[in-house]
């Protein structure tokens, strides 16, 4: 395994996304989360394991497409981002579901 930088893993998770398939996916041990466009998926299962101290089994990534958007006559992009789908070892899906949602 690579040795990465462990002070800019945490930079290159940005939020959990919540959606109704991110939902479903938990039942699966899947957690969904909005990564940096760069990151690689060596870089994503270090950042994961290392923020959540879990143990990845998998990522699957996916480049979203850029939308379009208007503002009167101008015409711009949302920022681009990346879809991050981590699969976490059976058993420790507890650690990471507290952190995500402490109330629960």
């Not at 990465?4 to 290159?12: C, M």
């Not at 998770?13 to 690689?40: C, D, G, H, W």
């Not at 089994?57 to 503002?71: A, F, G, L, Y």
């Amino acid at each position: 395994m690579p040795n990465f930088d462990p002070r800019k893993l945490p930079d290159l998770v940005r939020r959990p996304i919540v959606t109704e398939k991110a939902t479903m996916l938990m039942e699966q041990n899947k957690y969904t989360f909005e990564v940096s466009p760069k990151a690689t998926k060596p870089e994503i299962k270090a950042a994961i394991e290392s923020l959540f101290d879990v143990k990845v089994v998998q990522v699957n990534t996916s480049n979203c497409p850029r939308k379009k958007r208007r503002v009167g006559r101008f015409i711009g992009f949302k920022p681009q981002y990346k879809r991050a789908i981590v699969t976490v070892a059976t058993g420790d899906e507890n650690k990471i579901r507290q952190v995500l949602f402490p109330e629960v």
